[in-house]
């Protein structure tokens, strides 16, 4: 059975590049009868933010990806796992403890950076048997392969192999015991039985890292698809000016969810000439074939153009709910077909009635002061 997980980090809010990844995950799951979950990696204790967690949370209800587990999965408790595998690798001295200080480590990537050469640890801990120096809390590495090659292949961009040489042996556990990002991604995806990440491809380095983790502990290595980026209109990376903004900002503006979930399928995804998609009809026809391995630009006139499309396309009983107006039954029907043809968010649909109800008004008034 395939499952798919998201893992948004609270250090933020969750954006329109996140939801789409989980979109992208949600439909692939579904859509061959597999699960869906959802994971907080808050491990990073310094940045997290319990709104931005409660906001993912709230977002997820909004937009109605409904994810499988029982319970969402949140990093922070399971320092105990990860302490326990940190230990296994120690035991079977795939990781080492390393008591060079930052520093050193700073010396030494200067100096590299002077000769030309690409800053990185130089193992000098990796087979250390003398005394440890005093005064020095140490880190874990994990042991990686010294030559030979990484290999996977990426569903959406074939086969990639990443040399040795190009990885050295990273830090799994801080001096302060708490473990780092690769190494408790692996263990998660591998403990909560995940078979396929999709994600986006700035994570692709992360990749090679991860399946020396899952090599090391024996765990089953999930299949991979790495996602291009959303760029904005000049082929940049998407900043908040351009459209990056939380989900939940969205709904404030007025858009529909089903409109925003049908905008983020395209920004990657095609079939054919259709544009518009029902929830049924996403779960019927996504597969990764036909994600797009080109980047996808941010294009604020076609979400509009869809969610004036799903404004029209709502019953008005879900309109005035959405609003929250109780319109008299001889003017419901009257007002609703004239404004919501030309609005463009739930915003603009509610002012446009709040406008004509105030003229309509006015004119009583004036009839009765004649």
Not at 136 to 153: M, Q, S, T, Y
Not at 175 to 191: H, K
Request: net charge neutral; proline share 3%.
């Amino acid at each position: 059975m395939i499952v798919t997980r998201f893992a948004p980090s609270p250090t933020g809010y969750l954006h329109i590049g996140g939801l789409r990844t989980a979109l992208f995950n949600f439909l692939y799951a579904k859509a061959n009868k597999g699960k869906f979950l959802l994971r907080i990696e808050d491990t990073d204790f310094n940045r997290n933010s319990i709104e931005a967690t409660e906001a993912i949370i709230e977002a997820f209800d909004w937009v109605g990806l409904n994810y499988d587990n029982d319970e969402i999965v949140y990093q922070s408790k399971r320092l105990d796992v990860y302490k326990k595998y940190i230990n296994i690798l120690l035991e079977k001295k795939l990781a080492y403890y390393c008591y060079m200080s930052k520093e050193e480590l700073d010396i030494l990537r200067e100096q590299q950076k002077k000769e030309g050469k690409t800053p990185r640890y130089d193992n000098r801990y990796r087979d250390f048997n003398g005394i440890p120096p005093s005064g020095v809390k140490p880190v874990v590495r994990i042991k990686a392969p010294l030559d030979g090659n990484i290999e996977f292949v990426d569903k959406l961009k074939g086969k990639i192999a990443i040399n040795a040489k190009e990885l050295d042996d990273f830090i799994i556990a801080r001096s302060d015991g708490t473990p780092t990002y690769n190494f408790v991604v692996a263990i998660d995806d591998a403990l909560m039985g995940i078979t396929d990440i999709i994600r986006g491809d700035d994570h692709l380095t992360n990749t090679p890292k991860q399946i020396l983790v899952y090599k090391a502990i024996d765990f089953k290595i999930p299949n991979f698809c790495h996602i291009p980026m959303i760029l904005n209109g000049d082929g940049k990376k998407l900043s908040k000016r351009d459209g990056a903004l939380s989900v939940m900002e969205y709904k404030e503006m007025g858009y529909l969810a089903e409109a925003l979930l049908n905008f983020l399928l395209r920004l990657g995804f095609s079939y054919g000439d259709k544009e518009v998609f029902s929830m049924q009809e996403m779960l019927d026809l996504f597969t990764l074939e036909n994600l797009s391995s080109s980047p996808s630009i941010y294009n604020e006139s076609k979400l509009l153009w869809l969610n004036n499309l799903y404004i029209k396309n709502t019953q008005n009983k879900k309109l005035e709910e959405l609003l929250n107006i109780n319109l008299e039954s001889s003017k419901k029907e009257v007002l609703l077909k004239e404004t919501k043809e030309r609005a463009n968010t739930l915003i603009e649909l509610k002012d446009m009635i709040d406008s004509i109800l105030k003229k309509v008004e006015s004119m009583m008034k004036n009839l009765v002061q004649k």
